[in-house]
C-alpha cells in the first residue's frame, strides 16, 4: 500500500513535466527493469532508443525497492519493460498502477506456459529465471520485438533485422552452450548453487542442478537445507560448488566447510552471475557474455 501512495504522489509532481521531458527528447526512452533484459531490448532497437536498466548492475532484483526517482524515471519513460513472474517481487504493485498510463512490456506474456517452471500452484511460485534457458530468451526477445513493432512501426524494418541477427547470436550460443554441458553430464558432474537460478538451465540442458536457497533470495536456508546438501555433495563427489553475484557466499560457504568438517574438500567456486549483468565493458557486461562467462567457470571448475 506505501508503494501505491508513493506512485501516486510522484505521478503526480512529474505529470506537468512529463510531456516536455518526452517532446524534448531526440529519442524515446525506454526504462527496463534489469541490466539483462536491458542488454536485450539494446540489441532489438538498435540507435532507435534510448535503452537504460532501472537496477544498476550487481543488484538483486528479489529485494529491490524502487526509490522516489526511480518512480520519477518510470512514469517519464516512453515504455518499461519487465520480466514478470515476479522477478521484480517488490515493484509488481507499482507495474499494476502504472500500466494505466504508461506503455508496458511484460516479456512473459510471450512464453509457452507449458515450459514454465512452477514449485507449487501460487502465481509467485513460478521461476522467472527464463533467461538461463538460451531458447526460452530467444522466444521472449522475439515477442518483445512483435510487442515493440506495435508501438512503433515506423521502426519495423529495423526491429526485424536486428532480431533476425540477434537470434542468430542467440541460436549460436545455445549450441555452445548445449555442447559444453553434454560433457560435464557425461561426467556424471551436478551444478551446486547458493540459490534456484538454474532450473531452466538443467532443464534445457539435461544437466542435475542443486541449490541451497530457493526460488527468491528472500527465502533463508535451514540447518536441513544445509545438512541435505552437504551429504549430496559429499555422496557425488563434487568438486566444485559456487557462489553467486548477487547473494552473500557465506551459507554456500558453510556448505563447503561441512562437507570438509566430513573429509571431503571441495571448492568454492563462482562467483556465477545470475540476476544481473557484471559491469558494462567486462565480459560478463552483456547477456552473451554473461552466458559464456558463466559456462566458462562451471566448465573450469567442474571438468578440467
Not at 82 to 98: A, P
Not at 217 to 222: D, I, V, W
Not at 282 to 301: H, R
Request: net charge negative; proline share 4%.
Amino acid at each position: 500500500m506505501r508503494y501505491f501512495f508513493l506512485f501516486v504522489f510522484v505521478l503526480l509532481i512529474s505529470f506537468s513535466c512529463k510531456t516536455d521531458s518526452k517532446e524534448s527528447r531526440e529519442k524515446p526512452l525506454i526504462v527496463a527493469t534489469t541490466s539483462i533484459l536491458a542488454d536485450g531490448i539494446k540489441n532489438l532497437v538498435g540507435d532507435q532508443a534510448d535503452v537504460i536498466a532501472l537496477m544498476p548492475a550487481g543488484v538483486d532484483p528479489h529485494l529491490y525497492k524502487a526509490s522516489v526517482r526511480d518512480l520519477d524515471l518510470l512514469t517519464n519513460a516512453d515504455l518499461v519493460v519487465y520480466h514478470g513472474l515476479y522477478l521484480e517481487g517488490k515493484m509488481t504493485e507499482i507495474f499494476e498502477k502504472l500500466a494505466l498510463s504508461q506503455s508496458l512490456i511484460d516479456i512473459s506474456q510471450g512464453l509457452p506456459k507449458s515450459e514454465l517452471i512452477r514449485s507449487g500452484p501460487e502465481a509467485h511460485s513460478v521461476d522467472p529465471h527464463i533467461w538461463f534457458d538460451v531458447n526460452l530468451w530467444s522466444k521472449a526477445m522475439a515477442y518483445t520485438s512483435v510487442e515493440l513493432i506495435s508501438l512503433w512501426p515506423e521502426w519495423q524494418s529495423t526491429l526485424e533485422s536486428n532480431s533476425a541477427a540477434y537470434l542468430d547470436q542467440l541460436q549460436v550460443l545455445d549450441a555452445e552452450v548445449r555442447l559444453k554441458v553434454n560433457e560435464l553430464r557425461s561426467a556424471g558432474q551436478i551444478l551446486v548453487t547458493a540459490h534456484d537460478a538454474f532450473a531452466y538451465f538443467g532443464k534445457a540442458y539435461q544437466l542435475e542442478v542443486k541449490s541451497l536457497q530457493g526460488l527468491s533470495t528472500l527465502s533463508e536456508p535451514g540447518l536441513r537445507d544445509l545438512t541435505e546438501l552437504i551429504q549430496l555433495v559429499q555422496v557425488n563427489k563434487v568438486k566444485a560448488i559456487f557462489a553467486e553475484q548477487t547473494i552473500s557466499p557465506k551459507a554456500i560457504r558453510a556448505v563447503a566447510a561441512g562437507a570438509a568438517e566430513n573429509y571431503h574438500q571441495v571448492k568454492l567456486a563462482g562467483p556465477l552471475y545470475t540476476d544481473s549483468l557484471d559491469a558494462v565493458g567486462t565480459p560478463a557486461g552483456t547477456y552473451i557474455g554473461m552466458v559464456k562467462t558463466n559456462l566458462k567457470i562451471i566448465y573450469e571448475n567442474l571438468l578440467l
